[in-house]
């Protein structure tokens, strides 16, 4: 055989092995992959907008993890079409609603809300083919109540009570629901006597038809996302599970404050059921009570339960976060510890992010940001912790970001870095 028989013979059997070697290489990749297939991969898709939520990318805060020395990572729910975490809640409460039959295709959905899940009911309420009445307090972000009103909802206003007067916002959403049903009632009855026959005692065809197609009187379902499990249900069969996949379940902690208590109920119990040595906590913030229930077993004083005050009970610039009473959802939770953060923390953090990071975060995300660093601190070095954005700094114009409105709450943030939370 000639030397250039022998090379040809060479480059073939090196070929022939580098072939056979990416061919063995693709198929164990495959096969990694479909170990691996994640329980959120395995959901059927959806159609349309509800097919767009959930799934959120979790993200390394460069600026929280280098400081710190913490994995400090984040769910970027403000991703969602309706640009919030209550997407995710929304959804669930309308899907039960309708599969148990309390809420018809054409009824109207109605909630008392601060601002998020108002718009998160109002987005995907289409898609169900249902409409939407909000209930908001007059002192909420006042671009809040714009886009509800550009999302088509019915929007009304009120002055802020407490939670045991019957004119505090939810208690007047419930009673709006109420009185859709009533009206629904009032028209079928009347309906009925009007084509009512006597064939065998049941209605004529035109009733039922009528009942049936009539866009007005289809009735009303109070979302009550405060005590509705669904809201709970939500987060411990969505937000909790993609925190473990995302994380491969390599994660020492999770931290969020509370307003329902759904997030962090949802989540904190998904995550201890699948590794019970992960530490969940809650950051809250000024006038709420739930740091004193956490902590000492105790959540308020007589005097400063809901129900003994004229006023507002929460004493803070950040909204949908914050509450003096024990909500259905947040008994779920399961909770190791909790930590107080402060307006001015809040509002330091947002700027420090924002400028470190480019995030553009609301009130909520930057209070829970606090909580990671402060919960950060009491871990030490080398450890993972995840948190939620819960929503952008778009709908908190007019207040949290707005200049003019902190100076006058004395609330003008000057920190060159994190020395508001004692780090250089």
């Known amino acids: 055989m000639t030397p250039s028989s022998n090379l040809i013979t060479i480059i073939a059997s090196l070929s022939i092995s580098l072939c056979s070697l990416y061919v063995l290489t693709s198929k ?56 919030s975490v209550k997407d995710r809640v929304a959804v669930k409460i309308i899907e039960e609603a309708l599969e148990s039959g309390q809420l018809v295709k054409g009824g109207v959905v109605t909630e008392g809300s601060a601002g998020s899940t108002a718009i998160s009911l109002a987005t995907v309420a289409p898609a169900y083919g249902c409409k939407c009445h909000v209930v908001i307090p007059d002192d909420a972000a006042i671009e809040k109540s714009e886009i509800l009103e550009a999302l088509g909802a019915t929007v009304e206003r009120v ?18 629901a109420l009185e859709a049903n009533k009206q629904a009632l009032q028209h079928i009855n009347k309906t009925d006597a009007k084509h009512f026959t006597n064939t065998n005692g049941y209605l004529s065809e035109k009733v039922e038809h009528d009942a049936e197609n009539s866009g007005e009187y289809k009735g009303g379902f109070f979302a009550d996302q405060f005590e509705n499990l669904a809201n709970y249900r939500a987060h411990y069969e969505g937000t909790g599970p993609e925190i473990w996949e995302q994380t491969d379940g390599k994660l020492h902690a ?42 000492r077993g105790v959540m308020y004083t007589k005097e400063e339960a809901e129900g003994k005050r004229l006023k507002n009970p929460f004493d803070t610039v950040t909204e949908g976060i914050g509450i003096n009473r024990l909500t259905e959802n947040f008994k779920m939770a399961q909770l190791d510890g909790a930590f107080k953060g402060t307006d001015l923390e809040a509002v330091e953090m947002s700027r420090f992010l924002l400028k470190n990071d480019g995030l553009f975060i609301g009130s909520s995300s930057a209070m829970n940001c606090v909580g990671a660093v402060k ?20 709908r908190h114009l007019s207040k949290f970001c707005n200049p003019k409105y902190l100076s006058q709450h004395g609330l003008t943030p000057s920190a060159k870095g994190l020395e508001f939370l004692d780090y250089k």
């Open 28 to 83: 164990l990749r495959t096969t990694t992959r479909s170990k691996h297939k994640t329980l959120t991969q395995n959901k059927p898709k959806r159609n349309g907008v509800v097919g767009a939520i959930g799934n959120t990318p979790l993200i390394r805060i460069n600026s929280l993890s280098d400081a710190t020395g913490c994995e400090i990572l984040a769910k970027t729910e403000f991703l969602n079409p309706g640009g």
């Open 159 to 176: 002055r802020p009570v407490s939670i045991t007067h019957k004119d505090h916002y939810v208690n007047i959403a419930r009673r709006r």
């Open 254 to 295: 999770f931290i969020a404050a509370a307003g329902t208590g759904g997030t962090v109920a949802g989540v904190s119990r998904f995550l201890k059921e699948k590794d019970p040595g992960i530490k969940c906590f809650l950051v809250d913030p000024p006038g709420s009570g739930l740091f004193n229930k956490v902590t």
């Open 375 to 394: 919960l950060a601190r009491l871990l030490g070095p080398g450890h993972t912790i995840v948190t939620i954005l819960c929503d952008s700094g778009m």
